[in-house]
């Protein structure tokens, strides 16, 4: 149903607006590189007979009518932006395929019930502000006027850079959709992951939105010399904190969706012959399922609290952010699975260890998105990688889940 | 026998020569501090009537004439230098034991076949050159002219201030004893540990210097999303690391008298929502015992490997530092007891997890070392402390020692 060729072509145009000597991809939002994507974007939309717009924050929109056009709309899409030296197809695919999709229902002259939107949000990543997911916050209608302070790496808020590109601070209020005004919202997107390679599977029913929680742990004991102080006789905090690192794997081993991930771990006073007196360690934990991650975060926490207890170290816990996390629609789900069926494809049930605009839009309508197989797995990274097979197999299964939702 | 009152006081009098406002001594190789120092000890040899010199390389050499004058020397002291904000006790109590314990043989009168020396070493600690036991090197023949290119933080080399200070750094042959001419060398020094506190008693018998061999510990893995990954798709060199942090204690565990210490560790790329890539720990393993050093050591490769393996990390191994562990000599152990059995005190065998002139003289004569008891363990901190009572025990164990050396 889908054109492969065109879906494919297009995300290889993409690919060459904010390429890296080495290959990878750097679109900052509201840089020139994110304006040229959405131009680009904006042409094709055009070319497929939609009407186009962009909103306040500066998403970019593409309609379709339905049959109640005053109706609310089944919303899809994804994001331009990338990370610095990021893949190609981290949100370009999300976009393309809606695009795709949306440009096959033109061609058949299919008509829905509710009008359908193609949508490319403002900054998902973060990557300039390390604040992200800009355009589907102002959608939701969550977006502060607080957020807009957060800065750059060259001291620009995010406030000055909409003003550079023409768009007016003051009025991010006109982004927001209301209540009731969007019957769903879909998306295509990487997995990022390696479960469906190894299901040997071309997409996936995402079932939840893992929230990260950030915990930073700190251990203290007693610095001392490497050289004179008996075994028995230490209190060496970076011994506890291996015995913790190694719990957490562990524990979230035990369960079937749960990541756990030590990722940052300082050593005081760190000569190469002085006992660690101190160290401190990030601990991300993520599941789909908020009740299993508190089972494993209380795991860790009795078993950090028990190993320390036992080393006379002191132990403190910190929660540096916790996102809680979002569960998909059902009715989407089992829309997206009848999609599957529809083109012979396995409906395997995944889940999302990253975060998506998805979660930012979970209280204004319901949301689902449908994975496309990630080459080993890497993202943000040059050698990111989906066939353009799976893209379209992507953009065909949204294309008849879009149809059922559509129906009104 | 000996004069408590007398060595505490001088204990307490060099304790104010580069006192630094926080209650710490700061006493650099050739600084005007150590100069001082060595001049107050000086004055305090002269006044016990020995014949005082300085050597070469600086060494601070008090002489008590014996029957066989030109006999072998039996050689006893330790360093007045200190590391930055370091202890009182460290060095200036072997040094001044030294010198009560040869006092309280011309108070005596008692006559010894071999001369009796008094030495102040030059530069045990290497605080300021990272280049340490100048002194002990220079009087063993062992120090050579590209030792002294060594710099300090402000890059004047060890030969510069050797030259500040009067000294021919081209002269330092001179200072080197000649083989068979030092009899025994026999030095006081604080524990820096807690087996004689944990044993509640002032004074132990040392066994051997524990050499430390240095270990640097590379793992490579796969950096991925923190989030994205599932826990048994990842390479996760951080988790790797910390088995064979808990491997590194439990094999130290095993033996009586090794010490294994992780003080350094490293992880790229060092993200919160990352998985570690890679990492690099740092090993300190020390034993008096070479051979169970070496057991150790194999068997901590040997299950690095296995780990790595298990986790596909690839490993490797550098040594950084291999310092070979020294006996002490029994016969001087041999007198050390008896020494303690004359003043009443239960002669127990301890070993030096420390570095100490000693060692650089292994070749040149057999070595001894009477620990003295340290509170809490503590030093190279202010709070390093050792009671009065215990540092004249350790000075008279010491002249009891010598007594029994010096008979020829």
């Known amino acids: 149903m889908v054109n492969q060729e065109r879906l494919w072509q297009r995300l290889m145009t993409l690919a060459e607006i ?15 590189e994110e304006r040229a994507a959405k131009d680009t974007v904006r042409r094709w939309m055009e070319e497929a007979g939609l009407s186009v717009r962009e909103d306040a924050v500066g998403n970019l929109i593409g309609r379709r009518s339905g049959q109640q056009n005053d109706g609310p709309v089944v919303l899809t899409g994804s994001h331009l932006d990338s990370v610095y030296n990021g893949g190609n197809f981290d949100g370009p695919l999300g976009v393309l395929a809606a695009l795709e999709a949306v440009q096959c229902m033109q061609e058949t002259g299919v008509e829905t019930a509710l009008p359908v939107e193609v949508v490319a949000f403002t900054d998902e990543e973060g990557a300039r502000f390390r604040f992200g997911m800009i355009g589907s916050r102002g959608l939701a209608g969550t977006l502060t006027a607080d957020h807009l302070e957060a800065v750059d790496a060259n001291g620009v808020r995010i406030r000055d ?6 768009l007016n601070p003051d009025d991010i209020g006109q982004a927001a959709r209301s209540s009731g005004s969007v019957a769903a919202y ?3 997107h990487i997995e990022q ?7 040997n599977l071309p997409v996936g029913v995402v079932s939840g939105i893992a929230g990260p929680l950030w915990l930073k742990f700190s251990l203290r004991g007693q610095a001392g010399h490497a050289g004179t102080t008996a075994m028995d006789a230490r209190r060496d905090a970076l011994v506890g904190a291996a015995a913790i690192i190694q ?4 524990a979230c081993r035990q ?3 749960t990541v756990g991930t030590v990722g940052q771990l300082t050593v005081e006073p760190g000569g190469v012959n002085i006992i660690p007196g101190q160290v401190e360690f990030t601990l991300d934990l993520r599941d789909v399922d908020a009740a299993v991650r508190t089972r494993v975060e209380q795991r860790i926490r009795t078993v950090a609290a028990r190993i320390c207890a036992d080393r006379q170290l002191d132990l403190s816990i910190a929660v540096l952010q916790d996102i809680a996390p979002v569960r998909c629609d059902e009715r989407i789900q089992a829309a997206i699975r009848t999609a599957c069926a529809q083109v012979g494809l396995s409906p395997l049930t995944v889940v999302s260890g990253a975060g998506h ?9 319901p949301i689902g998105m449908i994975f496309v ?11 990111e990688w989906s066939s353009p097979e799976d893209c379209a197999a992507g953009a065909e299964v949204l294309y008849h889940t879009l149809l059922q939702l559509s129906q009104g």
Chains 1, 2 share one sequence.
Not at 193 to 199: I, Q
Not at 357 to 365: S, V, Y
Not at 378 to 383: L, Y
């Open 161 to 166: 850079a909409m003003t550079a590109v023409g």
């Open 247 to 250: 719990e957490i794997e562990a």
């Open 373 to 383: 197989r990630s080459k080993d797995g890497v993202s943000h990274h040059p050698a």
């Open 193 to 199: 992951g390696t479960v469906l390679e190894r299901a």
């Open 18 to 32: 904010g390429r890296q000597p080495d290959g990878g991809i750097t679109r900052l939002s509201f840089s020139p």
């Open 255 to 257: 369960e079937v969706h």
């Open 186 to 188: 879909v998306e295509v």
């Open 357 to 365: 605009d998805g979660m930012q839009l979970q209280h204004l309508c």
